[in-house]
């Protein structure tokens, strides 16, 4: 899918830090379907990546519960890209500021498991002046 300047189709989308505009971000990604039709499960496994994406800013990125979370969405002929940053906190453990694998299986720690198993990539990284980026490619079949 290109623009008509030729880049990948992007969109980008700021919500609040709270719980209940994750779901923006899903409705979002459902009208992306749109545009570049998946299957139902791809649609429901990227929705699953995006929602645990998206609640790790919300739940770790600010103590005090005010802060954004942006999310931006790459669509391209064969593959759709989604980055989630935030200005929060950040990650603190692992190479790279990811958590490593003993870090997912305390409680709450199984949504970079899940993205993990559901994307084709997944890089998690520190961003300059603070807060974190996740970003995770799925490939989109013919």
Known sequence: MRDGGGHPFAVRL???AKP????????????L??????????LADLKLALTEACTNSVRHAYDDGDGVVEILYELHDDRL?????????GFHNGAQGAPDAGDELVEGGLGIALIRAVADELDIEERNGGGSRLRFVKRLGG
């Open 14 to 16: 700021c919500i609040p």
């Open 81 to 89: 890209v989604v980055e989630v940053t935030d200005t929060g906190e």
């Open 33 to 42: 379907s749109r545009l570049r039709p998946v299957s139902e499960d791809t």
């Open 20 to 31: 209940e505009y994750i779901t923006l971000g899903r409705l979002a990604l459902t009208g």
